[in-house]
């Protein structure tokens, strides 16, 4: 198709020419703070019984690692005390004894010993029995590790049964980010990139994380990704229940031949850019895109190498124009028929 230069000019075509560059995306989405799994110890007991004392009786509370929670009575953990010391008493007394006996004693100290394991009761517990050779009427639970009490259902005077529901401690020094990427953008984030999140509270504040995992499936209602990012949070700032704006910094695309965005004509079935060959021609060309940049760019897979120039402003005219000397054409063609 040849255009004169006069109407070239007023139908504002503008022409760029075709450069390989550096493609990038940064990913902005919302994000919600949340627990870290990882970090969640839930307490229960072993053994039937009943509370008798509650160290940790605030929902909110910071316990650290090892300290006391409950104090709990239980029979069938004063009747374990008193198997295990019948049985180191009969080992240290088992000097007379043959050596066959002996080794079957020490065998029914080892069972008694890890059965009292078995309840958690701690080495330091058990040197305790050893050391007093008193049996104890409750046993102290500790928490499995520093963190804060989310959840408690400990009373003074329950019951407490096997499997129950104790305590809930969640450590938050490290938090969870959900953030939801749609789908066009799915293509630009990996595992390992870096985030930045912000609150609105104090937007200027920024806290830098990492993408920790990306999830094998949609979101259909949202039609998102979902992305979980881990952010420390040593200070306790971030609260799980917030929500945060969230970057996340994309690797760039290197060196690929792109097209401004302004440029690509889509017909549905094709992409089409229009071609300056000079002098007032122009030819559409299917290309064949890949990537979208945030700075206004598509990756060409197919169909332009660098140096082509392209239409970058009036191609819609030349789209019109084209179509209307094709069917001058066609109705040429079927006249002379």
Do not use: C
Not at 166 to 193: K, N
Not at 272 to 298: C, H, K, Q
């Amino acid at each position: 198709m040849k255009i004169n230069p006069a109407v070239e000019q007023n139908m504002g075509i503008r022409t760029v020419e075709v450069q390989k560059r550096d493609l990038t995306q940064t990913i902005r989405t919302i994000g919600r703070i949340d627990y870290n799994e990882s970090k969640v110890a839930h307490v229960h007991t072993k053994f039937n019984g009943w509370i008798e004392k509650t160290h940790a009786n605030i929902t909110g509370q910071r316990v650290s690692r090892g300290q006391p929670l409950i104090d709990i009575y239980s029979p069938e953990l004063v009747s374990a005390q008193e198997e295990y010391l019948d049985a180191l008493k009969n080992v240290r007394s088992s000097g007379s004894v043959s050596r066959g006996a002996a080794d079957r004693l020490e065998t029914i100290l080892g069972s008694t010993r890890r059965r009292l394991e078995y309840f958690d009761v701690s080495g330091d517990q058990i040197a305790h029995l050893e050391e007093t050779r008193s049996v104890s009427k409750t046993l102290t639970l500790s928490s499995p590790f520093e963190g804060i009490v989310i959840e408690k259902h400990a009373l003074d005077g329950m019951e407490v049964k096997p499997g129950m529901m104790i305590y809930t401690i969640v450590d938050l020094s490290d938090i969870w980010v959900y953030a939801d990427i749609y789908e066009f953008e799915t293509a630009w984030v990996s595992e390992g990139l870096t985030a930045t999140m912000t609150l609105s509270y104090d937007p200027g504040r920024k806290y830098s994380g990492q993408v920790q995992y990306i999830y094998p499936y949609l979101e259909e209602k949202t039609r998102t990704i979902k992305a979980r990012l881990s952010f420390p949070n040593p200070n306790l700032e971030l609260k799980p229940g917030m929500y945060a704006n969230v970057e996340i910094e994309t690797l760039p695309l290197k060196d690929v031949v792109a097209v401004p965005m302004e440029a690509v004509l889509f017909s549905g079935e094709r992409n089409l850019v229009f071609v300056a060959m000079g002098n007032g021609r122009f030819a559409p060309r299917d290309i064949t895109i890949g990537l979208e940049s945030g700075d206004g760019f598509y990756e060409v897979k197919e169909g332009l190498s660098e140096g082509v120039s392209v239409v970058a402003s009036g191609q819609f005219f030349l789209d019109s124009e084209s179509k209307l000397q094709e069917s001058i054409a066609k109705l040429l063609s079927a006249r002379n028929e």
